[in-house]
């Protein structure tokens, strides 16, 4: 196909461009055409990437390979719907064959095909520690000239960001922000035993409530988390030290710049909720289903991701409550992103799709259904749209100053957080005292010290 046919199909096609089958909120509705580096973007637009055009393919036919942690339900079908049939109609000799996996098995599917020599050309996977194999590797593009050229640092949180930064270079694209660490709770039953209920301003407030529970309830835990080995209890053990010594101490932990009264006081803080809370350390499967477990009475309060609300609603439980974890206010979060392989040939290819999939109108459909955040900070959620109460309560703790901190799986090395796991166990199951275990923790941190040095939180 000739340049200029191209153009003009584009011209053609781009006024009735819908970017989510379900319809988006904003069409581009006229269309410039672009200097010959450029498809045409929306020079009306409130959008900076379609001010700015979005990456220009060739008229050779390319298949791109896209792995992606999005493994089921409507996300994953709407995922289908942008990448097969919406891309088609900016890039129509563009071809995306997409492989669903967990993220370990990304991971080994994707270093499987680099050793191969056939590296695939994109995945969307989680940021941060979640990628540092590949960072260091060199096997991903470097794709910060993108963020310097649409000045994408300007509507994407700090937190989110530096999921894909490695030594001030950006590899990959934040796509979603998926809410995690919330308290969940069934009201009628707090409204029954007269316990006051969250949200809890300190977590002083919190064990108040729990010695009240204790009193009518005993025996039934008043705070129950997922202790299984997929949801490490030490990674949990940092978010909620976090919001109890502030922002600043989870990143001297996620630095590797933590003292050993960090970890002391990480260890003293847990032992104490441990009274009040599930108890199973040493086999590390407590209470898997946390929302089941409250559901039928047997907790008070869960500590959950965005989907234990849906867990709540199918139980036909419509007087559930949710809030931020007590004391200082943080949101924390696992990131979604996509990054694109370097030698596969086809990264020209991954690149439009990446920068398309930071459009705004992309990130809010897709994530309305997955009911996540987008990773832009300038998509406001509304309820008309169809969004939870979950993600718009997220939402507006943000607005009112909830400082977004990464998951301890994204935002600290995890062998060094698996290495650390079994002397965190150890104290909380009495095996070796708080001291010790303070500093065999600080000693394995200094002993990775050349871990950390890919990412600096801040």
Same mark, same amino acid.
């Given at each position: 196909m000739k340049r200029a046919a191209v153009l003009f199909l584009l011209v053609i096609l781009l006024p009735t461009f819908s970017l989510y089958a379900g319809g988006a909120q904003e069409r581009v509705e006229s269309v410039n055409v672009a200097p010959i580096e450029k498809l045409p973007g929306d020079a009306n637009s409130k959008d900076m990437i379609l001010q700015k055009g979005l990456p220009q393919l060739s008229d050779d036919p390319v298949k791109v390979d896209y792995l992606t942690i999005w493994t089921s339900g409507k996300s994953a079908d709407a995922e289908a719907v942008w990448l097969n049939d919406e891309l088609s109609t900016l890039y129509p000799n563009l071809e995306v064959e997409i492989e669903r996996l967990s993220t370990n098995a990304l991971k080994e599917a994707a270093t499987v095909r680099v050793i191969a020599g056939t590296p695939p050309t994109m995945a969307r996977i989680s940021g941060g520690y979640a990628i540092d194999e590949f960072v260091k590797q060199g096997l991903l593009q470097d794709v910060t000239r993108y963020w310097e050229e649409y000045q994408i640092e300007d509507f994407v949180s700090s937190s989110l960001a530096n999921s894909f930064k490695f030594n001030g270079r950006y590899y990959g694209f934040p796509f979603s922000d998926a809410p995690q660490g919330l308290l969940f709770w069934n009201k009628d039953v707090f409204d029954q035993f007269g316990i006051p209920e969250p949200p809890y301003e300190s977590w002083d407030e919190f064990f108040l409530a729990a010695e009240k529970w204790n009193e009518v309830r005993p025996g039934v835990p008043f705070y129950t988390y997922s202790l299984n080995p997929g949801w490490y209890g030490l990674e949990r053990a940092f978010i909620q030290a976090a919001t109890k010594f502030g922002k600043e101490y989870i990143y001297r932990i996620f630095n590797g710049e933590a003292t050993e009264k960090d970890f002391k006081d990480l260890i003293e803080f847990n032992k104490k909720l441990v009274t009040v809370s599930n108890?199973?350390?040493?086999?590390?499967?407590?209470?898997?289903?946390?929302? %089941?477990?409250? @559901? !039928?009475?047997? +907790?008070? &309060?869960?500590?959950?991701?965005?989907? #234990?609300?849906?867990?709540?609603?199918?139980?036909?439980?419509?007087?559930?409550?949710?809030?931020?974890?007590?004391?200082?206010?943080?949101?924390?979060?696992?990131?979604?992103?996509?990054?694109?392989?370097?030698?596969?040939?086809?990264?020209?290819?991954?690149?439009?799709?990446?920068?398309?999939?930071?459009?705004?109108?992309?990130?809010?459909?897709?994530?309305?259904?997955?009911?996540?955040?987008?990773?832009?900070?300038?998509?406001?959620?509304?309820?008309?749209?169809?969004?939870?109460?979950?993600?718009?309560?997220? %939402?507006?703790? @943000? !607005?009112?100053? +909830?400082? &977004?901190?990464?998951?301890?799986?994204? #935002?600290?090395?995890s062998t060094v957080l698996s290495s650390m796991e079994p002397i965190f166990v150890s104290c909380m199951t009495d095996e070796i005292s708080v001291e010790e275990g303070a500093r065999k923790l600080y000693e394995i941190q200094e002993a990775n010290s050349d871990k950390f040095n890919l990412i600096h939180w801040e």
């Amino acid at each position: 196909m000739k340049r200029a046919a191209v153009l003009f199909l584009l011209v053609i096609l781009l006024p009735t461009f819908s970017l989510y089958a379900g319809g988006a909120q904003e069409r581009v509705e006229s269309v410039n055409v672009a200097p010959i580096e450029k498809l045409p973007g929306d020079a009306n637009s409130k959008d900076m990437i379609l001010q700015k055009g979005l990456p220009q393919l060739s008229d050779d036919p390319v298949k791109v390979d896209y792995l992606t942690i999005w493994t089921s339900g409507k996300s994953a079908d709407a995922e289908a719907v942008w990448l097969n049939d919406e891309l088609s109609t900016l890039y129509p000799n563009l071809e995306v064959e997409i492989e669903r996996l967990s993220t370990n098995a990304l991971k080994e599917a994707a270093t499987v095909r680099v050793i191969a020599g056939t590296p695939p050309t994109m995945a969307r996977i989680s940021g941060g520690y979640a990628i540092d194999e590949f960072v260091k590797q060199g096997l991903l593009q470097d794709v910060t000239r993108y963020w310097e050229e649409y000045q994408i640092e300007d509507f994407v949180s700090s937190s989110l960001a530096n999921s894909f930064k490695f030594n001030g270079r950006y590899y990959g694209f934040p796509f979603s922000d998926a809410p995690q660490g919330l308290l969940f709770w069934n009201k009628d039953v707090f409204d029954q035993f007269g316990i006051p209920e969250p949200p809890y301003e300190s977590w002083d407030e919190f064990f108040l409530a729990a010695e009240k529970w204790n009193e009518v309830r005993p025996g039934v835990p008043f705070y129950t988390y997922s202790l299984n080995p997929g949801w490490y209890g030490l990674e949990r053990a940092f978010i909620q030290a976090a919001t109890k010594f502030g922002k600043e101490y989870i990143y001297r932990i996620f630095n590797g710049e933590a003292t050993e009264k960090d970890f002391k006081d990480l260890i003293e803080f847990n032992k104490k909720l441990v009274t009040v809370s599930n108890k199973d350390y040493v086999s590390l499967e407590g209470t898997k289903g946390v929302q %089941e477990v409250v @559901i !039928r009475g047997d +907790a008070a &309060i869960c500590y959950s991701g965005s989907w #234990g609300y849906a867990a709540f609603t199918a139980a036909g439980i419509d007087n559930v409550g949710f809030s931020l974890l007590p004391g200082q206010p943080m949101h924390f979060t696992t990131t979604s992103g996509l990054v694109i392989f370097s030698n596969s040939g086809k990264e020209e290819a991954g690149e439009a799709i990446a920068l398309n999939a930071m459009l705004k109108d992309v990130q809010q459909n897709l994530n309305l259904v997955k009911d996540n955040l987008p990773a832009r900070t300038d998509t406001v959620v509304s309820a008309e749209e169809g969004w939870s109460p979950v993600a718009l309560y997220i %939402e507006e703790q @943000i !607005r009112e100053g +909830a400082e &977004i901190i990464p998951r301890a799986n994204s #935002g600290f090395p995890s062998t060094v957080l698996s290495s650390m796991e079994p002397i965190f166990v150890s104290c909380m199951t009495d095996e070796i005292s708080v001291e010790e275990g303070a500093r065999k923790l600080y000693e394995i941190q200094e002993a990775n010290s050349d871990k950390f040095n890919l990412i600096h939180w801040e």
